[in-house]
């Protein structure tokens, strides 16, 4: 028989292995997450991919070329013209600070890679980062079995990898750590009331809000759950530290960022924070008093409290409404009235509405960004219940959120990806947990029960003492990640509860022993489950998510085809085109076009100025003439447009040309979308009306179109063009891609007008030099 001190270093020598084999997972773990979003680079090359990350990139290098100071001076002459635009005070700096600090670093240490390089590289190093994040906050919530069960899940999700492959360089890509992060850091200090985390915690909400506008989901759910916490009767000192230093220093932080700035403390987005921040102190000064006053005194001043805080919170709130009814949107941007409000952009703001991104996801999407996590959410939840804790009511709580959020909007799938994952995490460590303990019990019972049948009890014996031990572990695991600082009246509580909870957990681990035939058929489920979901995501990896936007493929019978239209055109813009020359589009195409061509644009995919992009709107929607005519008080020298109809890409200005119609209807009303409709139908055919068939993206698009076949087949809309042979009198191609996926045409010089009007009268000299004489004395005003 083993001596206790035998026992003691036994157990401490497992530990420390547990440790360390958990730190080399922890690392293969970032390694996957890595090397998994490497398959753009592989399959194609190191570029840039979609169309904001080429903003960034832009910014990035000007970064690292003139320093931070002209950066946040920096005066943008390329963009919106002739208007501009101070890209220090209108971005979010943190992917590109973080980036150029990379950069610098390597550089430092003599190795020189390039600014493109270290951009394309920056998402797929901080998924490994998001991942370890989620390891930290999963354990803080149900152990280390569960945070990395969870990691390894987050490491290779579908939904993180659509914006973390190698060459998205968006801010979602070090945004999402930053947000995993900042929770994880809240229930630290939650779970043990250190101060230090805490700021910490104020820290790593300071780099969300520098990253992300989503920020606003932080400094939302965190005061929801403070609330939820108080009304549930959960208020303790841990929580006050954990909340109150994140308002107040994560504020003055956010407030330094020059996006933000005083919209910090003046917009909707944060004023629940600083209502939470009210009834906290409410509450923790009545909890105070009550602690020094006898019971009767207790009454009389929580009744002065009450009055003197309701009337305050009347107060404060009276001075919100006037803040918030002084705003045409009631103190919210458009983005998040659309979240509110799934229908508000819709009706009010097409350029929101009119963003894929933006727009619900399908079922089919749910299944395609987090597969199976789908199935064991549920299971997450309720292991959450079993017990519930403050961390745990916060994950669920995260989750309920983010599922909402996700099905107003796509993009925010971005937000349930991690929670979906810490749920599935907790649920299938549980799962393994019941079921591994249920095999080893059952195979124990086996291998110690004698032949004859008198020793059952023996073996039951045997089984329940197994199942005491394992309990008591189990115990030990689950408060190992609760860490608190609890005062001397709740150490008794606190011991109570403990011995509840064992004595109810053994009588739970009783009834959940079950057979080995189905624990092992369960386990065995469970590995195949994993083994689809981990298929699944490779090949999301390798082939949904990891081509470039700017260069497409396509398979057919005769092999691999590459489609590299964009930058062919760009290419051209660069090589053919004078530096000062102004290149209009839609606005999806303004970053590339900036970034690639180093050409000025019109309008880009920031869309702050509504006004500007109606009117490019207008002018595509408009007739050749009109056009011509706004395009070129605009001093615009050449327009692109985005063309499918050719190999089939969906994506192109014909299909978003209604958008266009919208956005340019709601500036200029004498664009109206039922003109470009017939019986309601959006058609390009020869049933489609005057006013499209006339519109210049119509001749833009589909100019020389019948050329290619005779027939003007439109292999994305699936018909023949309606019309086909025509002229362009204002416009003139001057370059078209091999695939036709990219048109550019420049705008023809205004005619001479004195030339046409000499043409017309045949007289001899003296009358023709008196009669222009006579006419320009009548046009010029100043004579």
């Given at each position: 028989m ?7 270093s036994g157990?401490?020598?497992r530990?420390a292995?547990?440790g360390?084999l ?14 998994i979003r490497l398959?753009s680079?592989?399959?194609y090359?190191?570029?840039i991919h979609?169309?904001d990350?080429?903003?960034n990139?832009r ?13 946040w001076?920096?005066?943008d002459d390329?963009?919106?013209?002739p208007?501009g635009?101070?890209i220090g005070?209108t971005v ?5 600070l973080t980036?150029?600090t990379m ?11 390039s600014?493109?390089t ?8 901080f998924?490994a980062?998001a991942a370890w994040a989620?390891?930290?906050l999963t354990k ?5 079995g569960?945070?990395l069960?969870?990691?390894?899940l987050?490491?290779?999700?579908p939904?993180y990898?659509s ?5 998205s360089?968006?801010n ?5 750590f930053?947000l995993?992060?900042?929770f994880f ?7 043990t009331?250190?101060l ?6 104020a820290l790593?909400y ?8 989503g920020y ?6 965190i005061?929801?759950h403070?609330l ?5 009767g959960?208020?303790s000192?841990?929580?006050?530290i954990?909340?109150?230093?994140l308002?107040v220093f994560g504020?003055?932080l956010?407030a ?17 924070s ?5 009834i906290i102190h409410?509450?923790?000064f009545?909890?105070f008093?009550?602690g020094?006053l006898?019971?009767k005194?207790?009454?009389v001043a929580?009744t ?7 009337a305050?919170c009347?107060g404060a709130?009276?001075?919100?409404v006037a ?8 103190g919210?941007s458009g983005?998040s009235?659309?979240l509110?409000?799934p229908?508000y952009?819709s009706k009010?703001?097409p350029?929101?509405?009119?963003v894929s991104e ?5 079922w089919p999407?749910y299944?395609?960004?987090i597969n199976v ?5 549920p299971?997450?939840?309720i292991a959450c219940?079993l017990?519930l804790s403050d ?6 709580l995260?989750l309920?959120?983010?599922?909402y959020?996700s099905g107003?909007m796509?993009?925010l799938?971005?937000v349930?990806?991690?929670a979906?994952c810490?749920m599935?995490g907790i649920?299938?460590s549980?799962?393994f947990?019941v ?5 080893k019990?059952?195979?124990t019972?086996l291998?110690?029960?004698?032949p004859n049948a008198?020793d059952?009890?023996?073996g039951?014996?045997t089984?329940?003492s ?5 309990d008591?572990k ?8 609760v860490?608190?600082r609890p005062?001397?009246?709740s150490?008794?509580?606190d011991k109570?509860?403990v011995?509840?909870?064992r ?10 022993i079950l057979?080995?035939?189905?624990s092992?058929?369960a386990?065995l489920?469970?590995?195949?489950l994993?083994?689809l979901?981990?298929?699944h ?8 998510y990891?081509?470039p ?7 057919s019978q005769?092999g ?8 062919e055109a760009?290419?051209w813009?660069?090589?053919n085109?004078?530096v ?5 589009s839609?606005?999806?195409y303004g ?9 000025t ?6 869309t702050?100025?509504n006004?500007?992009?109606a ?5 595509m929607s ?7 005519e706004?395009f070129?008080s605009l001093d ?5 447009v985005v063309f499918g ?9 014909i299909?978003?040309?209604l958008w266009m119609?919208?956005?340019?209807g709601?500036?200029?009303p004498?664009i109206k979308e039922p003109?470009?409709?017939r ?6 055919d020869?049933q ?6 006339n519109?210049l ?5 589909y100019y020389?179109?019948?050329?290619t076949?005779?027939?003007?087949f ?11 042979h025509?002229?362009l009198?204002?416009f003139e191609?001057?370059?078209t891609?091999?695939h ?12 001479n007008?004195?030339?046409e009007?000499?043409?017309k ?5 003296k009358?023709l030099?008196?009669t222009?004489r ?7 005003p100043?004579?």
């Amino acid at each position: 028989m083993a001596s206790p001190p035998d026992l003691k270093s036994g157990a401490t020598l497992r530990n420390a292995f547990g440790g360390v084999l958990a730190l080399f997972i922890i690392f293969l773990i970032g390694v996957l997450a890595f090397s998994i979003r490497l398959f753009s680079v592989i399959k194609y090359e190191s570029v840039i991919h979609e169309f904001d990350p080429y903003f960034n990139y832009r910014v990035t290098q000007f970064l690292t070329k003139n320093g931070i100071y002209e950066f946040w001076n920096w005066f943008d002459d390329r963009t919106w013209y002739p208007l501009g635009r101070v890209i220090g005070g209108t971005v979010y700096p943190g992917l590109t600070l973080t980036a150029g600090t990379m950069w610098w670093i390597l550089n430092s240490l003599n190795i020189p890679l390039s600014v493109k390089t270290v951009c394309v590289f920056t998402a797929p190093i901080f998924s490994a980062a998001a991942a370890w994040a989620t390891y930290l906050l999963t354990k803080e919530v149900r152990g280390t079995g569960a945070g990395l069960t969870a990691a390894i899940l987050l490491a290779i999700v579908p939904s993180y990898m659509s914006r973390s492959v190698a060459g998205s360089y968006d801010n979602e890509a070090v945004a999402i750590f930053a947000l995993i992060f900042t929770f994880f850091l809240y229930i630290k200090t939650l779970n043990t009331g250190s101060l230090f985390y805490a700021t910490l915690n104020a820290l790593s909400y300071f780099y969300m809000v520098c990253s992300w506008g989503g920020y606003t989901f932080i400094i939302n759910l965190i005061p929801m759950h403070v609330l939820l916490c108080i009304v549930m009767g959960r208020y303790s000192s841990r929580l006050y530290i954990a909340y109150a230093p994140l308002v107040v220093f994560g504020t003055l932080l956010a407030a330094l960022v020059p996006v933000v700035g005083f919209n910090a403390v003046m917009t909707s987005e944060h004023f629940a924070s600083f209502l939470v921040f009210i009834i906290i102190h409410v509450v923790a000064f009545v909890s105070f008093i009550r602690g020094i006053l006898s019971p009767k005194m207790f009454k009389v001043a929580i009744t002065l409290v009450l009055t003197v805080g309701i009337a305050v919170c009347v107060g404060a709130i009276a001075i919100l409404v006037a803040l918030v009814a002084s705003s045409p949107t009631k103190g919210w941007s458009g983005r998040s009235l659309s979240l509110l409000d799934p229908t508000y952009a819709s009706k009010y703001i097409p350029i929101i509405a009119s963003v894929s991104e933006h727009q619900p996801p399908t079922w089919p999407s749910y299944f395609m960004d987090i597969n199976v996590l789908a199935f064991l959410v549920p299971a997450g939840i309720i292991a959450c219940f079993l017990p519930l804790s403050d961390a745990s009511s916060f994950v669920v709580l995260y989750l309920v959120t983010s599922v909402y959020f996700s099905g107003v909007m796509v993009r925010l799938m971005l937000v349930l990806a991690p929670a979906a994952c810490i749920m599935s995490g907790i649920a299938l460590s549980e799962a393994f947990d019941v079921l591994t303990q249920s095999v080893k019990l059952q195979l124990t019972k086996l291998l110690e029960t004698p032949p004859n049948a008198g020793d059952t009890k023996d073996g039951s014996s045997t089984v329940q003492s197994d199942v005491v031990e394992e309990d008591n572990k189990m115990i030990d695991n689950k408060t190992e990640f609760v860490k608190e600082r609890p005062s001397k009246k709740s150490r008794k509580k606190d011991k109570e509860i403990v011995e509840k909870t064992r004595s109810k957990s053994r009588n739970q681990k009783r009834l959940m022993i079950l057979p080995l035939e189905a624990s092992s058929v369960a386990i065995l489920l469970i590995v195949v489950l994993i083994s689809l979901y981990v298929i699944h995501c490779v090949w999301a990896a390798a082939e949904a998510y990891s081509a470039p936007s700017i260069v497409l493929t396509s398979r057919s019978q005769d092999g691999l085809h590459v489609f590299d239209d964009f930058r062919e055109a760009y290419s051209w813009l660069r090589h053919n085109t004078e530096v000062d020359d102004k290149v209009a589009s839609w606005w999806d195409y303004g970053y590339q076009t900036t970034a690639m061509a180093n050409r000025t644009v019109i309008v880009d995919n920031n869309t702050w100025n509504n006004t500007h992009i109606a009117t490019v709107g207008t002018a595509m929607s408009s007739p050749e003439k009109p056009a011509w005519e706004i395009f070129n008080s605009l001093d615009v020298k050449y327009v692109l447009v985005v063309f499918g109809g050719l190999v089939g890409y969906p994506s192109d200005d014909i299909n978003k040309f209604l958008w266009m119609v919208r956005i340019g209807g709601g500036v200029f009303p004498h664009i109206k979308e039922p003109d470009y409709l017939r019986d309601g139908q959006y058609r390009i055919d020869a049933q489609a009306t005057p006013t499209m068939l006339n519109s210049l993206m119509y001749k833009l698009s589909y100019y020389r179109f019948v050329e290619t076949d005779g027939k003007g087949f439109d292999r994305v809309r699936k018909t023949e063009i309606g019309k086909k042979h025509f002229k362009l009198s204002h416009f003139e191609e001057v370059f078209t891609t091999h695939h036709w996926m990219v048109r550019i045409y420049k705008l023809k010089p205004p005619k001479n007008r004195m030339k046409e009007k000499l043409k017309k009268p045949k007289m001899t000299s003296k009358p023709l030099s008196g009669t222009r004489r006579d006419e320009s004395a009548k046009r010029n005003p100043w004579q």
